[in-house]
């Protein structure tokens, strides 16, 4: 049977320390280049996904997906013995991809110089590992193994996915409350099955720290692939893949192909409010908005500019793209209504005021948007992404007179668009 | 468990012929026939020649090697002990010992797994829940080398289940 993936993928070491145990022969493809191999049409034949690791059979059957892969390894023993077991089985490999996996990757990857650092991303990963080792530790602190009474493939797909946590970042401080982990995680590293297929690893010492040197290098080899909004992920994913070939040279540690659904939630932390992501600056919209709301505009507005934080905020112009669409002027309001409302969990950290310019039948929609974060906050949650694609949006310049002219206006329900229709209504989004 | 019943187990395990081997000498010492002429006498005598022929077949670490001896002596001297007072101490030492340990020697079963088991067979059947409970890591390791059935053979079972039917949380008695 032939497996193929790029050295050091700790997904592949599922499937190949499962096929340690079962005895079963599996063989590396040998001159698979990550990349390459995997965009070619007979690889995307068998894998339509062009991922890997992906198994092929020798009677010529194809599984991709590391999970099924090594359970297809797996003998007996490892698939679990009771019913029971084999859920028990399937409980980890779960909590294997959803609890560990994406908070493992957020912590790590921005230590390998694979991610920007981000503080909060940084310490909300570091949350969910805890969770995830005190749910772990529960179990093995009254049990040897996670399933039964004998290693299982729960063992082996949960120890490959802390390997780069305890490899890079948990150190023994860290570990510490987490003794039982430590002790199984040892047992099962130095299983002679393991220690076959995992060479050259070392217990983290010292938590490594985000190198902003190595992150601009890996940027500059590989592209921001991380960096774009997740729609344009597919078209990115080249240069993200070409990194293994190219990591024997510089020495980067295996800077890993970012699964889908890890960047997906890296993107889209499982926080209530997207913005957490961001840095909290120092302008508080509750402030401002109940100023505006109570005082004359001579008042509020200065206020704005005097407390607006241009270093965590930003100030936005949108304009509707379909004005000839625009028919009765109330359906026009109703439009702004409806964004406002789907928009309704962006409330607490954006302020907006919308004008609807002309007549019946002669109509623009424009507006001054001001939320946090310096990029369009659209993209941070999937709720927010139903109108915004029908808006031209700029970025507007904190310091510039421009801004502050149209600031101004908008905020005071004043003036005309920029074909000279008189104002007719404005919304609030606050 | 007397050391009879201790040395046979030990040899089944190890797939040893041992049936009729066995005898006592005068004074009442355990003593295991080799061949026509030659006995070995005393149980720690008779486990470390088991342990020898193992490690004829099975090359172990030389350190893993002696330290499973010192296993044998730890659980002759104190787990054997006639003073409560001793057991309780080998008890609690087990204990720490296998915080950070899946088993007493390196990563898979030993010889010292089986004989520590065997001897303490008669204190954790008299444990109290609440005293397996104080002694987590010793119920953990214990509770798995019971669940091998070519070690446990026919000794008791030790019930840990009653820890989880009060509802316990174990972990909290750490």
């Known amino acids: 049977m032939l497996l193929y993936t790029y050295p050091e993928n700790f997904r592949a070491f599922k499937a190949l320390i499962a096929a340690q145990f079962s005895g079963v022969n599996v063989q590396v493809a040998p001159n698979f280049v990550m990349g390459e191999t995997n965009k070619t049409e007979d690889f995307l034949k068998k894998f339509p996904l062009g991922k890997v690791p992906a198994l092929e059979t020798d009677d010529g059957k194809y599984l991709f997906e590391s999970n099924s892969i090594a359970y297809y390894l797996s003998n007996a023993q490892l698939r679990g013995g009771s019913d029971l077991e084999k859920a028990q089985v399937l409980q980890w490999l779960s909590f294997a991809d959803s609890e560990l996996g994406p908070a493992s990757a957020a912590w790590v990857f921005p230590i390998l110089g694979i991610m920007q650092f981000n503080k909060i991303t940084n310490e909300r990963a570091k949350q969910d590992i805890v969770k995830a080792l005190e749910t772990l530790q529960a179990r093995l602190v009254n049990n040897t193994f996670l399933v039964g009474e004998r290693i299982t493939l729960a063992d082996i797909v949960v120890f490959c996915g802390l390997l780069q946590l305890f490899q890079h970042v948990a150190d023994p401080e860290f570990r510490k409350p987490f003794f039982a982990v430590s002790r199984w995680f040892n047992t099962i590293l130095n299983q002679p099955q393991t220690k076959a297929v995992v060479k050259n690893f070392t217990l983290c010492e010292k938590e490594a720290a985000f190198d902003p040197k190595k992150y601009q290098e890996w940027q500059a080899k590989f592209g921001g692939a991380q960096q774009q909004p997740k729609k344009e992920k597919k078209k990115e994913e080249k240069p993200a893949a070409e990194k293994p070939a190219k990591k024997k040279e510089d020495k980067i540690e295996e800077p890993q192909e970012l699964d889908a659904a890890d960047e997906a939630l890296l993107l889209e932390p499982k926080s209530k409010d997207p913005f957490d992501l961001l840095p909290k600056g120092t302008f508080n919209f509750d402030d401002f908005k109940r100023v505006y709301s109570n005082e004359e505009e001579s008042k509020s507005i200065p206020y704005f500019f005097e407390k607006f934080d241009k270093e965590n905020y930003s100030i936005w112009f949108g304009e509707y793209k379909y004005p000839e669409e625009l028919t009765k002027t109330f359906m026009s309001c109703n439009l702004i209504g409806g964004m406002f409302q789907r928009l309704d969990k962006m409330r607490k950290q954006a302020f907006a005021s919308c004008c609807l310019f002309g007549e019946d039948n002669n109509s623009t929609i424009s507006g001054v948007w001001v939320w946090r974060g310096q990029e369009l906050a659209f993209p941070l949650s999937p709720d927010w992404q139903i109108d915004y694609e029908s808006y031209a949006w700029k970025k507007l310049d904190a310091d510039s007179e421009e801004t502050k002219k149209l600031v101004t206006q908008y905020f005071s329900w004043a003036g005309t668009d920029k074909d000279g229709r008189k104002f007719n209504q404005g919304k609030i989004f606050k | ?174």
Request: glycine share 2%.
């Open chain 2, 1 to 174: 468990m007397t050391v009879e019943t201790e040395i046979t187990r030990v040899a089944n395990y190890l797939k040893f012929p041992i049936k009729g081997k066995l005898s006592y000498t005068e004074d009442n010492i355990i003593q295991m026939n080799i061949n026509a002429n030659e006995k070995i006498i005393g149980f720690s005598s008779i486990l470390n020649y088991f342990h020898n022929e193992v490690q004829k077949k099975d090359n172990q670490h030389v350190q893993d090697f002696y330290q499973t001896k010192q296993f044998f002596d730890f659980a002759n001297l104190f787990i054997r002990s006639t003073s409560k007072r001793d057991k309780y101490a080998a008890c609690l030492e087990l204990n720490s010992y296998l915080e950070s340990r899946s088993y007493l020697i390196g990563q898979r079963i030993s010889l010292a797994d089986l004989v520590v088991f065997y001897s303490l067979n008669d204190i954790m059947l008299q444990l109290s829940p609440l005293e397996k409970e104080s002694y987590l890591n010793l119920s953990r390791w214990y509770s798995y080398i019971q669940s091998i059935e070519t070690i446990r053979q026919n000794t008791k079972e030790v019930n840990f289940s009653t820890i989880h039917l009060l509802g316990w949380n174990t972990a909290a008695h750490v």
